[in-house]
Nanobody, 124 residues
């Protein structure tokens, strides 16, 4: 059974940067689709970025394009989300997800393995 564990959340000021990490327990996940989702209080969980093909495919929500970068370091079994120019509306709990299906979907249902989440707070 694959397990995902996020880390790297914290509190930053508007305009700041953070790097989230998601470590996974099975190297086979590097061939899966992986994604970062976020859930703000009172809002539905939404996709932030997805990655597939071992990193050859990436996609981003319009709200984060040009500010966030998703990447995979296979040797470390770790998925990253580099976030820059953070805005108060980026504040949420961020979740790492993985799923074996292709192409990489944009919905929660496309992913069957989830981490516990890491919280990001952005102050204005």
């Amino acid at each position: 059974q694959v397990e995902l564990a996020e880390s790297g959340g914290g509190s930053v000021q508007s305009g700041g940067s953070l790097r989230l990490s998601c470590q996974f327990t099975s190297h086979s996940v590097t061939t899966w689709c992986m994604g970062w989702f976020r859930e703000a209080p009172g809002k539905r969980r939404e996709v932030v970025a997805t990655l597939g093909g071992g990193g050859g495919y990436t996609d981003y929500a319009d709200s984060v394009k040009g500010r966030f970068t998703i990447s995979l370091i296979k040797a470390n079994n770790t998925l990253y989300l580099e976030m820059s120019s953070l805005k108060p509306e980026d504040a949420a709990t961020y979740y790492c997800a993985a799923g074996p299906d292709w192409p990489c979907g944009l919905s929660m249902g496309d992913y069957d393995t989830w981490g516990q989440g890491t919280q990001v707070t952005v102050s204005s």
